[in-house]
């Protein structure tokens, strides 16, 4: 059996399984975004309180095993009466654990925009969520999207440990494959092609796209 | 220290009530006092200007009146107001953020490095506080934004980015994204200290032309004496976090008093 042979006998698991990593790396990558955003600026609050909560949950997901996060949330939330869906909890939980990286990469960036930049938006009278949001904030995103394009290949990396509570993703489609046909080599190969494809050729190129378009606006480029 | 807050009177009245009094103001950085008991009254449509070494307090001075920094005692007046306290149950309170919201919107102010928004065109630097904060129509900011670029000659660049503006041309954008705001009090730190020599006279210039067709209060800290001596009223010369001498451009440059005046003039004539 060619290895063309195998794509066209396996192409509707793979693909499938394909579609469900791109799902579920497209909504990890936003709750990673927003966690990372609240998480990050959380750190910066004047608040102890705030500040604490902030690095609790820093700590807790950089500091723990995504997979042992993931089974926690699946298996161990609904005991405390809060229960997901595998899909739910698949995504959720990979956004929260690299959430967790962005929001030391918001924080910092945040923290090296030049204070002369606060000050001339105290001046001109702005809140202080105004300042954040349109003057600092743009202005940190130009900063830290180089290290985010770094953390978008790691999250759809970690999206395939979803496999293990049974998402139908890439990697379990995969799996599957491999235990019907023992065809170690052709199924994990196409899976290491895809992810590879996926990352090099989707997500890098977009995320330089994104760069070179703020450093326009910022009238760096 | 305790400040008897009730030898501070809660409001400044009368036709002849300054449009900035500095009443007792003490500024401290730890066991560094950089500004000591600061009395400094500035008139309506005045210009005074604040001379003096580096590290004498003039920055402070101006970035205490703009709220970037707080004070240790004493009392702020703008426009007849207190600045850095407002009146609760007949006596003086420090300032909450709402009341320095509202006094902050009569003061505007020019730094040494410009601080534009790099993000921002020089049209959009210019109508994002009038939008954002004045809440007015983007339509209405940027016919008053363009009036103000064109004011200060960069009415041509008005969709470039900072970055690729000159020093001069970027602190003349500076200057008219702070007058789009209206303040009543204008400030000026050093504005021409960052830029090449050949471009001082763009800024200068406009602040020259403000002096002469606005009636601004104007508070500016320079370098530049012979500037100074030009358009000002009054000028100040700190040493030391004090005002060790003050009178008109003539009185001072001309004929000082005190012997540190002096010796500062004559170090800033031979540096020339
Ligand atoms: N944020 C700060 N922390 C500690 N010291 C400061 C700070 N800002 C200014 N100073 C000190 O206060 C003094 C006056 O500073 P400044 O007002 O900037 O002087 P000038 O503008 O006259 O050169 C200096 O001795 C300076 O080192
Ligand atoms: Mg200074």
């Known amino acids: ?73 699946f298996f161990a939330l609904p005991l405390f009466g809060i229960s997901l869906d595998k899909f739910t ?102 899976a290491l092609i895809i992810y590879y494809v996926f990352a090099r050729f989707m997500v890098t190129p977009l995320m330089r796209w994104l760069e070179r378009v703020m450093a326009r606006k910022i009238g760096r480029a | 220290m305790t400040d008897d807050m009730s030898r501070y009177p809660l409001t400044l009245e009368g036709d002849d009530a300054p449009m900035v009094r500095f009443q007792n103001v003490t500024k401290k950085y730890g066991d560094l006092t950089v500004l000591d008991r600061l009395d400094l009254d500035v008139g309506a449509g005045e210009m005074v200007t604040i001379i003096g070494p580096s590290g004498s307090g003039k920055t402070t001075v101006l970035r205490m009146l703009m709220t970037l920094e707080t004070i240790d005692s004493g009392v702020i007046y703008v426009d007849g107001e207190p600045l850095t306290h407002m009146e609760r149950n007949g006596r003086l309170v420090r300032a909450n953020a709402a009341h320095m919201r509202r006094m902050r919107s009569k003061i505007g102010m020019c730094f040494q490095h410009f601080n534009l928004f790099p993000h921002m065109t020089a049209l959009g630097n210019c109508m994002e506080g009038p939008v954002q904060v004045l809440g007015m129509s983007k339509k209405e900011a940027e016919e008053r934004a363009l009036e103000l670029l064109d004011m200060v000659g960069m009415a041509e660049k008005r969709d470039q980015h900072p970055a690729r503006l000159s020093g001069g041309q970027q602190q003349r954008v500076a200057i008219a994204r702070a007058l789009a705001m209206r303040p009543k009090v204008m400030l000026f730190d050093e504005v021409t200290s960052a830029l090449d020599p050949e ?74």
């Open chain 1, 1 to 73: 059996m060619s290895y063309l042979d195998f794509l066209a006998a396996h192409s509707d698991r793979l693909i499938s399984g394909t579609l469900i990593t791109l799902a579920q790396f497209v909504l990890a990558a936003l709750v990673a975004v927003a966690a990372a955003l609240i998480s990050g600026l959380m750190k910066l609050a004047p608040l102890k309180p705030v500040r604490g909560v902030a690095t609790v949950y820093i700590e807790i997901f950089r500091g723990t095993s995504l997979l042992v996060q993931l089974y926690w949330i």
């Open chain 1, 89 to 190: 909890a698949g995504f959720v939980t990979v956004g929260l654990c690299y959430g967790a990286y962005g929001g030391e990469l918001v924080r910092g960036a945040v923290v090296s925009v030049p204070k002369g930049q606060w000050e001339a938006a105290l001046a001109l009278n702005m809140s202080p969520l105004r300042r954040m949001w349109r003057i600092i904030l743009p202005q940190a995103l130009v900063g830290m999207l180089p290290p985010w394009g770094n953390l978008m290949v790691e999250i759809l990396k970690g999206t395939a440990l979803v496999a293990l509570i049974s998402v139908t993703d890439l990697m379990f489609e995969t799996r599957q494959i491999n235990n019907n046909t023992f065809l170690s080599a052709q199924a994990f190969g196409s």
């Open chain 2, 199 to 272: 471009v001082i006279s763009e800024v200068t210039g406009v602040i020259r032309a403000l002096v002469d067709q606005h009636n601004l209060t104007m508070l500016m800290v320079t370098h530049q004496m012979g500037f100074a001596r030009e358009i000002s009223d009054r000028v100040c010369f700190f040493f030391d976090g004090s005002i060790e001498e003050q009178g008109t451009p003539e009185m001072l440059f001309d004929s000082p008093e005190k012997e540190r005046t002096q010796q500062f003039l004559s170090a800033v004539l031979e540096a020339n």
